[in-house]
């Protein structure tokens, strides 16, 4: 499903973009990051299901400002984990 969720963001920006050998679009390196990492996010709106990214945002949010509420709205975005998780990571 990640194929399907980058080429659907990369075609959206420029729909005459041919594919790679994997299927991927065809895009410079700094692009493939940036579109890589928008297509992670809708992942988790998807499927629901924790990524790595959304952990280590969750958790570094809260590191830096110990805050229920900053961790909370950043779930509540699709992005980050629950404030309980957070607090189960980082506590046991």
Known sequence: ??????????????????????????????????????????????????LPIGTALSLTLHRITGRKEATTLLNHCGVGITYNDVWDLNNN
């Open 1 to 50: 499903m990640a194929v399907l969720h980058y080429n659907a963001i990369a075609w959206s920006i420029n729909q005459r973009k041919s594919v790679d050998a994997n299927g991927y679009v065809k895009a410079s390196k700094v692009e493939a990051e940036k579109l890589s990492a928008i297509s992670q996010s809708w992942e988790k709106v998807v499927t629901g299901e924790r």
